[in-house]
């Protein structure tokens, strides 16, 4: 093992083989079915994969879209936010949170998260609250959940939305229940790189709401429940069904694939938590991560990042700017020490290489560079 350490070969942050090398014989047979169907749009295959990704979420209905950003946006459209209302957002998110609020014109109210988990707590939002508050958006980042029963017990007592962002965390729990299955309208990204990942882009809705699930269904096809008769102003939010026929063969893995990820991360736990001054994803009882991204903390980020690229030890910064200090919010005038929480996460968070199939030599490569750098600092 240690002999890996002194290897040539380029440990990648993200390879995709281990996934799906051995699935191209299933991908091969449902594209031969798909293609045998001549059915391209809305079909059988979106069909399948809603009714299962619904059961594995937990909820009655699942409704297929082109991406996360369109599922957060529906959502938002179906709950009937707009111009006026106020939505509560974490200020520790990637943008297309934030985006989501934009388009419907409705206004952003950013929290700055938990110091510990870097998400929503339900102390921060409530500070956030105000006449206008309409809608509350978890997003369970990097797979972390938020706590999502105190979140809900806080918009019940208030009357508000609550629309799950769970586009990096299929599959993590709060106590027995899945992520996206607590709010009133939740938003499923399946980005390649997520967790459960199409070969394109493609995302989902999960609601228990029938009626919601229609309107749902009507807004993602140009507004028309029945072809050339549009009830409403639309789009075009269709979930490809070329998307979907790959999804329902990864569907089959994804138990295996999540817990790979946990026993990946298990082995990072072990293998970097004595070192001072390093924070780990935190592991806190009833909050099961899923890791879709493995995030340490480091006073001396960038440092180390170098000191990772030179072993050939490939890291990304999920996310070096939060939306507040982002070009397209520069109107809003957020105050140069607005967020300090995020802006102190941002700064200091750094992503280690997970995948599946992540050869348990080359994860020892980076848990034995990164001890090297902590002996040397030190």
């Known amino acids: 093992m240690r002999g890996a350490e002194h290897s040539n070969d380029r440990i990648p942050f993200l390879d995709f083989g281990g996934m799906h090398d051995p699935l191209k ?7 031969s079915q798909f293609l045998d169907t001549k059915w391209y749009v809305l079909g059988n ?15 009655q209905h699942s409704v ?3 991406s996360g950003m369109a599922a957060l946006h529906l959502a938002l459209r179906a709950a009937g936010i707009g111009p006026g209302d106020e939505v509560i957002v974490p200020a520790n998110t990637y943008i297309a949170t934030w985006l989501a609020v934009s388009y419907v014109g409705a206004k952003l109210v950013p929290v700055d998260p938990d110091p510990v988990t870097g998400n929503f707590s339900a102390e921060l939002v409530a500070r956030a609250l105000t006449p206008a508050s309409r809608a509350i958006i978890p997003v369970h980042l990097y797979g972390m959940p938020c706590p999502m029963d105190e979140l809900m017990a806080l918009a019940d007592r208030h009357q508000l939305w609550v629309i799950e962002d769970n586009a990096q965390a299929h599959g993590a729990t709060v106590g027995i229940r899945r992520t996206g299955s607590f709010g009133h309208l939740n938003a499923h990204s399946f980005y390649p790189t997520k967790v459960l990942g199409a070969l394109g882009e493609a995302g989902a809705i999960t609601t228990d709401d029938h009626e919601l699930a229609d309107q749902l269904c009507i807004l993602r096809n140009y507004g028309q429940r029945k072809r050339y008769e549009n009830e409403v102003i639309g789009y075009n939010y269709r979930l490809d069904e070329i998307q979907a ?6 569907m089959h893995h994804l ?3 999540i817990a790979e990820r946990r026993q990946l991360a298990n082995t990072y736990h072990q293998g970097l938590q004595d070192l001072e001054g390093l924070r780990l994803p935190p592991v806190i009882p009833g909050l099961n991560h899923v890791y879709h991204l493995y995030v340490i903390h480091s006073d001396q980020r960038d440092e180390l990042q170098q000191w990772l690229s030179e072993k050939k030890i ?10 507040h200090r982002q070009s397209a919010y520069a109107q809003d005038n957020w105050p140069e020490r ?3 929480v995020a802006n102190r996460l941002a700064a200091t968070c750094l992503s280690l290489p997970l995948y599946i199939g992540m050869p348990a030599s080359h994860q020892m490569r980076v848990i034995e560079a990164i001890q090297a750098f902590w002996k040397r600092r030190n």
């Open 25 to 31: 014989e299933a991908f091969m047979d449902s594209l």
């Open 45 to 59: 295959a979106v069909r399948q994969f809603e009714s299962a990704y619904a059961q594995f979420i937990g909820q």
């Open 64 to 66: 297929g879209v082109s």
């Open 245 to 250: 026929t790959f999804l329902n063969v990864k």
């Open 255 to 257: 138990a295996n694939w």
């Open 314 to 323: 490939e890291t990304i910064v999920h996310y070096p700017k939060p939306p």
């Open 338 to 340: 607005a967020f300090p």
